[in-house]
């Protein structure tokens, strides 16, 4: 390019945003601008009573709930050169999260970039650049800025999946989604179903227990929960379609019900993304993506933060880090035609294992050998430790065989290879 400084474009400031914008930074002569529509860093971490839409007319974007912790250890929850500050539990509150990336952001003199209440509006590709709409919230003003990349970091938990099912405009009770919850206190006495059994569907249903007269779990889940729940929250199979008052479920039998809360997922969506930008999303696949972040058909753009289920600070900055060497021009990105035959080898490979299309970007147990390919390829001195693969793949089978008691679990890392959970003061145990 004839410029002598590359300007980058970060949207959204949270996790993934902030782990971006600081790696930008390590670039000599780079520029980069974070557009943020909160009025401070930490995306979904931010928690307010709200829903539905903000002072400006905007979705909600945060999921969080009052008094949430962590349903992942903080040992797997920060930055691979920037861990979470030690203390007694691994399972922390979300204020400590947030905290933790404002210190973050603070540390690396990203917080200083980003111009808080800015609303991404359009972003299109215009005679080799980006042009990118952006409204100042406060003020009402629309201006044009232009980057040479851009970085797509706007979460993936704010725009939420809610099934069809027949009859569901009949039921006479109250019908939301797990982004609109944010007390179990409202379901004093009622009778609620969730839909949907996985880490927010299981970890709401126990929560609404508490104070609901009961609770069933509807789910499809083929392996019964170690689990043992209380007497009032019982498990049924898939709905078939709902009633008036409740909902007939796969095997036959039909119950009745106050509240329905969906916890059935988010939907990837990217409404500011113009046709130019090539990017489609089709049942939650994002396409077409290099190595799940880089755009085929615009490779100066890049999303940051699309796979689930992995350690997610962890991985944002390895994306990152992958994606700047080459537009860093340390090294020269593939062709066209060699990532698309890339990717397509790749997905052939999941799909044969099982992998529906909604499943796209899900990695679990498979997310080490993505971290190794993306470390590999871009031949990354460093990737991320084996031990947090291991860490985050145990907490995850004992948040699903032990629900009720697994935030008292207290891990520590060892090396780059072990970890340790205290059993009790002064014993401990290598894994």
Known sequence: MDRERLRFCVIGAGTAGIATARRVLEIEGAEVVIFERAEQVGGTWNYTDRVGKDRYGLDIHTSMYRGLRTNLPKEVMGFPDFPIPEQAQSYIPSEDILSFLKLYADTFGVTELVRFEHHVERMDRVEGEWKVRVKNLPSGE????????????NGHYHTPAIPSYPNKEVFKGLQLHSHDYRSSEKFKDESVLVIGAGPSGMDLALEISKHATRVTMSHHTKEPFKTIFPANLTQKPDVQELTSTGARFADGSEDHFTVILYCTGYR???????????????????????????????????????????????????????????????????????????????????WSCGFRTRQAHMMGPAQGEYYEDLQRTAELPEGIKPVMTKLHNESSQRFNDDLLGFRRDVFRIVDDENFEEVVEVGEDREV
């Open 142 to 153: 629309v201006r044009n800025y232009w980057f040479d990349f851009v970085f797509v970091c």
């Open 268 to 350: 990837y969506n990217f409404p500011f993304l113009g046709s130019s930008c090539g990017i489609t999303v089709q049942d939650n696949y994002v396409q077409p993506l290099y190595k799940h972040c880089i755009n085929i058909n615009q490779p100066s753009m890049a999303f940051i933060g699309l796979p689930y289920y992995v350690c997610a600070g962890q991985m944002f900055d390895l994306q990152a880090r992958f994606c700047l060497r080459y537009y860093s021009g340390q090294l020269d990105l593939p062709g066209a035609e060699a990532m698309r035959e890339d990717t397509r080898l790749r997905m052939e490979q999941r």
